[in-house]
C-alpha cells in the first residue's frame, strides 16, 4: 500500500500562485509516476498534470504555460507550482501516484486539498 498525504490549498486571489505538495509513503519501490487531479463542483475529474520517474511530463491544455510539475525522488515527493491562477482553476486538487503514467488514474489516491481562486 502506498499513502499520499496532500498540502498546500488554500484561498488566493486571481493572478496569485500556490505550491502543492504530496508526499507518499509505504512501498513506494511500487511507484513510477505520480500527478495530479482536479475536480471543480459539477465537472468531471481531469488529469492536471503527471511525471514519470524519469522526469517526462505531460499537462492539461488548460494549465501549460501556468503550472509546473516536479517531484523529489529521494523524498518521495510531488510538486505542482500553480502560477497566474485563474477562478476556473477552483477546485479539490489530488495527488495520484500508480506504476506508470498509462495506469492513471488507476492507483493510489489523496484525499484532496481544495484550491479556491477568487476573481
Known amino acids: 500500500q502506498v499513502q499520499l498525504v496532500e498540502s498546500g490549498g488554500g484561498l488566493v486571489q486571481a493572478g496569485g500562485s500556490l505550491r502543492l505538495s504530496c508526499a507518499a509513503s509505504?512501498?513506494?519501490?511500487?511507484?513510477?509516476?505520480m500527478g495530479w487531479y482536479r475536480q471543480a463542483p459539477g465537472k468531471q475529474r481531469e488529469l492536471v498534470a503527471a511525471?514519470?520517474?524519469?522526469?517526462?511530463?505531460n499537462y492539461a491544455d488548460s494549465v501549460k504555460g501556468r503550472f509546473t510539475i516536479s517531484r523529489d525522488n529521494a523524498k518521495n515527493t510531488v510538486y505542482l507550482q500553480l502560477n497566474r491562477l485563474k477562478p476556473e482553476d477552483t477546485a479539490v486538487y489530488y495527488c495520484?501516484?500508480?506504476?506508470?503514467?498509462?495506469?492513471?488514474?488507476?492507483?493510489?489516491w489523496g484525499q484532496g486539498t481544495q484550491v479556491i481562486v477568487s476573481s
Open positions: 509505504g512501498s513506494t519501490f511500487s511507484i513510477n509516476a
Open positions: 495520484v501516484a500508480a506504476v506508470s503514467v498509462s495506469a492513471l488514474p488507476g492507483g493510489y
Open positions: 511525471i514519470s520517474s524519469g522526469g517526462s511530463t
